[in-house]
Antibody, heavy 121, light 107 residues
């Protein structure tokens, strides 16, 4: 079964840091690009970051709202991706989903269950 | 960034109704558009990609059309399991962006 499982969410103060993890199973992880997508309470999804695979030099893309504050990385030996979130703001409060790239386009065909990040004083 | 505008934001319908949602892009995106369904407490689920290609396992009552800047998503005969919120997403250009959503609820 294809599965993505996120972890690492929690409550953090504004200006603080948090590191999210996502572990994949059920497919050839090294073949796929992977993404983080977030959804604030009562809002639509917002794409956050993309990391490509080794043949594509692990290149990354970021949403304007997180560029310079968030860093996406992956460890193919652990079938995992990570999101290091620094200088957190209250507006970063959201459910963070790990998602798999569709492979025939930059849409998302598999999603995790999400992990909640709350930024509050 | 490419802005995606969906209408209507809310739609009340009955089982068996034909439902149509529109998505407009602020600049041309060819056919690089996906549609997702989301139910409360769940992650989004992809239904359609490349504007009109049905994802494997998705019922044929769902369809999509359009290109350039205007796109349409249709449910031919609404079923009880279809009451949910639907989102469009463009993947022509980074940053990838979603529409604001169209909630289909029970009339």
């Amino acid at each position: 079964e294809v599965q993505l499982v996120e972890s690492g969410g929690g409550l953090v103060r504004p200006g603080g840091s948090l590191r999210l993890s996502c572990t994949a199973s059920g497919f050839i992880f090294t073949d796929r690009y992977m993404d983080w997508v977030r959804q604030a309470p009562g809002q639509g999804p917002e794409w956050v970051a993309r990391i490509r695979n080794k043949p594509n030099s692990y290149t990354t893309e970021y949403a304007t709202s997180v560029k310079g504050r968030f860093t996406v990385s992956r460890d193919d030996s652990k079938n995992s991706i990570f999101l290091q979130m620094d200088s957190l703001r209250t507006e970063d409060t959201a459910i963070y989903y790990c998602a798999r790239d569709l492979q025939v386009g930059n849409a998302f065909d598999v999603w995790g269950q999400g992990t909640m990040v709350t930024v509050s004083s | 960034d490419i802005q995606m505008t969906q209408s209507p934001s809310t739609l009340s319908a009955s089982v068996g109704d034909r439902v149509t949602i529109t998505c407009r892009a602020s600049q041309t995106i060819n056919t690089y558009l996906a549609w997702y369904q989301q139910k409360p407490g769940e992650a989004p689920k992809i239904l359609i990609y490349k504007a009109s290609t049905l994802q494997t396992g998705v019922p044929s009552r769902f369809s999509g059309s359009g290109s350039g800047t205007e796109f349409t998503f249709t449910i031919s005969s609404l079923q009880p399991d279809d009451f949910a919120t639907y989102y469009c997403q463009q993947y022509s250009t980074f940053p990838l962006t979603f529409g604001g959503g169209s909630k289909v609820d029970i009339k």
